[in-house]
């Protein structure tokens, strides 16, 4: 079995923060680069941030000084720390996993495995 679990959506007022975490198992989790995307509502799936294996991060523009990802790798979980929310953050979060060494790193398709979602709903 391989798959991707969520947890820490919910809904708050903006300017909270929230901390999302996404455990994995089946695969190694040490060989992946980690992502998070979004999907609003009646919009396309966006990339949010993502790690790679040694711990370098990017963003999205639109987060760049709110949200943090970080990984530990001991426990296969990859986090993504959200500060200062607003209603444009609301949204189903998703964790998923990039395996491969070429390919950017800000596109959905170069990543293989998916978890389910978390939501997450900002209130003005």
């Known amino acids: 079995q391989v798959q991707l679990v969520e947890s820490g959506g919910g809904s708050v007022q903006a300017g909270d923060s929230l901390r999302l975490s996404c455990v994995g198992s089946?695969?190694?989790?040490?060989?992946?680069?980690m992502g998070w995307f979004r999907r609003a509502p009646g919009k396309e799936r966006e990339f949010v941030a993502s790690i790679s294996q040694s711990g370098r991060t990017y963003y999205a523009d639109f987060v760049k000084g709110r949200f943090a990802i970080s990984r530990d790798n001991a426990k296969n979980t990859v986090f993504l720390q959200m500060n200062s929310l607003n209603v444009e953050d609301t949204a189903v979060y998703y964790c998923a996993a990039n395996p491969y060494s070429s390919g950017s790193i800000y596109l959905s398709t170069n990543y293989d495995l998916w978890g389910q979602g978390t939501h997450v709903t900002v209130s003005s």
């Open positions: 089946g695969r190694t989790f040490r060989t992946n680069k």
